[in-house]
Structure formats: C-alpha cells, structure tokens
C-alpha cells in the first residue's frame, strides 16, 4: 500500500481546502520545497501535487513551486501533478521537467478526446482523476456536480489506457471523516487498472482497512490533512502498511 503525501498549492504555499472550498484553507508551509523533502525523509515513495490556482484557472499557476519540489525531490521519487492541466503541450513540459505522472481531472471528463490523445502521446504517465460525490462525478474544482456514474466513465478511461484512477469523494475530503473504503472498492473491482483511494483519510484505522481491501486493486492512498494536522503519523502509517503487506 502506497501510502502518498498530498502537496496542495495555492499561491505559492502549502494548504489543505476543506471539501475543496478555496475559500477554507490551512496553510500548512510557506516552502513547498521543504515540505517535499520533509515527505521524502519520512519514508514517502511518491508525492501528489495538486496546482490549486490551475484547477480553478483552467491553466497551470504554481509551476514556479512545482519546479522547486522537482528540483529537491524529483530524482529521488515519483512526482505526480494534477490541477489546470487541459493541453498536450503543458503535458509534455512537465513530463520533460520531471513530473512521472499527470493526473488529468476535469478535461477527462468534458474533452474525452483530450484524455485519449494524451494516453495515446505519452503512454504510462496518465492517471485520470475522477471526483465524486454520492457516485457522480464533479468537474471544475468540485464546483460543478455532472451525471456521470464514477464507475461507467472509469471503465471508459481505461479503455483510453490511463495508468490508473485517483477516486476522491468530495464529501470527506479534507474532513479527517475515514475512507470510502466501499466505494472506493466498487470502482477498483470494475477496473484491472490500479484505484488510488483520497477523500477523508483520518487515522491509521484507514491505513488498516484500506490494506485489507489492497487485493481488490487499491494500490494506494492520498494523505492530506491527517498528516499536516498530526491526526496520522506518516512514517509509522508506511511502516504499518509495509507490515500488512508481508
């Protein structure tokens, strides 16, 4: 179990948003840099950055930061990227910058073509992210609630041949309220592609439940406000998980 520190960037700076609310947000650090590097010592095996600013503007707005963590962390580990990301031409700058993965969101779902061009063009470094709330999908920062059913555009995307599924429930993000471990299952027994669950991760309870589950398909886990808040300890968290795994 892949247990992944969330990077969330807004403004330059480190912060958590409560059900992605950019109106309610922690600052946790002014150096994202460090904030990697503090990760990496922990014991994490790849970092999940999220361009706050992007995912509202619809264009990348943090790279200056991104950049930063790159240059501090980004031979050492996998570095994945989401958030206003929407053309081939920014896919590739930061593919060729360092990033391993780009997470693509809202474009997957309103330019499904987009999603397939770049899973054609740079095969084995797409994850789609799919954000859901009572198992419909949400697009534009979470602002803008779509009919789709999280499992049928899923199956679609994997059909493109994204790398895997990043499945938030927005409900709980940010709220340290546990996993949707059964929801986040039902997606990942739909799928062969690996599901990387976010969305409420609270304790090392979760970390435990979601272990349970690993053989379904959920690979992994984003870590966001439970770390920053001291609710999880993240360095024991991996070597629990690492334990559950022998």
Known sequence: MLLI???????GHCVRLEKGDMNVSTTFGEDPAAMARRWVTAGARRLHLVDLNGAFAGKPVNEPAIKAILRE???????QLGGGIRDL??????L???ISYIIIGTAAVKSPGFLKDACSAFGGHIIVGLDAKDGKVATDGWSKLTGHEVVDLARKFEDYGVEGVIYTDIGRDGMLTGINIEATVRLAQ?????VIASGGLSDIADIERLC???GEGVEGVIC???????????AAAQRRADELAA
Do not use: M
């Open 89 to 94: 031409d920014t896919i590739e700058r930061y």
């Open 96 to 98: 060729d910058g360092g």
């Open 73 to 79: 962390v980004g031979n050492e580990i996998p570095v």
């Open 5 to 11: 520190p969330a990077i969330d960037l807004k403004d």
């Open 224 to 234: 966001g406000r439970s770390i920053y808040s001291g609710a999880l300890d993240f």
């Open 212 to 214: 349970a589950v690993q």
């Open 190 to 194: 739909a799928l062969s592609i690996p």
